[in-house]
T-cell receptor
Framework: GESVGLHLPTLSVQEGDNSIINCAYS??????FIWYKQESGKGPQFIID?????DKRQGQRVTVLLNKTVKHLSLQIAATQPGDSAVYFC?????????????FGTGTLLAVQP | DGGITQSPKYLFRKEGQNVTLSCEQN?????MYWYRQDPGQGLRLIYY???????QKGDIAEGYSVSREKKESFPLTVTSAQKNPTAFYLC???????FGQGTRLTVV
């Protein structure tokens, strides 16, 4: 079936440490993946994306890694700050028939301890 | 400013009533999406539209309806057939799914 899931529902890190949030996806046909950050009561915000023809992509303090062999996606946040505390979602762009749609995982709560 | 706007931010519905949630975007995006989010949960796809005058059911379309008469607008109607409509509703547009700020619907 089609699904995107996360290994860790809650991740607690110390301020200044690096954070790694993991995500598993099941659809080999998905060609595009996105990480979102959602703060309480707000809509998800785009963080970074990666296409299936890439293994790694870096942004400001964030890096996304894609391992197509094991269908695994991760988001690395360097020098985690209190403002990074939020729920993080991965999403895959899935092609089903003539259309494509974004499927979201359950989410991981990142709690940054000062 | 370009963006995606959902209204209202909070909505209260009596049992048996239909309500319509608004979603407008001026980003010139073809694709638009509606998701439902329950407390502490992920996003579940209700309906999506890749182009004007066309839309497809998502994973939890029962009890909901949409229309896509204009590129800028993708309203969602929560009908009385939706047995548990209390949730946070999120609209998004574009390939990278830029989200609105959501509508929190409560049945009273």
């Amino acid at each position: 079936g089609e699904s995107v899931g996360l290994h860790l529902p809650t991740l607690s890190v110390q301020e200044g440490d690096n954070s790694i949030i993991n995500c598993a996806y099941s659809n080999s046909a998905s060609d595009y993946f996105i990480w979102y950050k959602q703060e309480s009561g707000k809509g998800p915000q785009f963080i970074i994306d990666i296409r299936s023809n890439m293994d790694k992509r870096q942004g400001q303090r964030v890096t996304v890694l894609l391992n197509k062999t094991v269908k695994h996606l991760s988001l690395q946040i360097a020098a985690t700050q209190p403002g990074d505390s939020a729920v993080y979602f991965c999403a895959e762009n899935y092609y089903g028939g003539a259309t494509n749609k974004l499927i979201f995982g359950t989410g991981t709560l990142l709690a940054v301890q000062p | 400013d370009g963006g995606i706007t959902q209204s209202p931010k909070y909505l209260f519905r009596k049992e048996g009533q239909n309500v319509t949630l608004s979603c407008e975007q001026n980003l010139n995006h073809d694709a638009m999406y509606w998701y439902r989010q329950d407390p502490g949960q992920g996003l579940r796809l209700i309906y999506y539209s890749q182009i004007v005058n066309d839309f497809q059911k998502g994973d939890i379309a029962e009890g909901y309806s949409v229309s896509r008469e204009k590129k800028e607008s993708f309203p969602l109607t929560v009908t009385s057939a939706q047995k548990n409509p209390t949730a946070f509703y999120l609209c998004a547009s574009g390939h990278k799914a830029f989200f609105g700020q959501g509508t929190r619907l409560t049945v009273v």
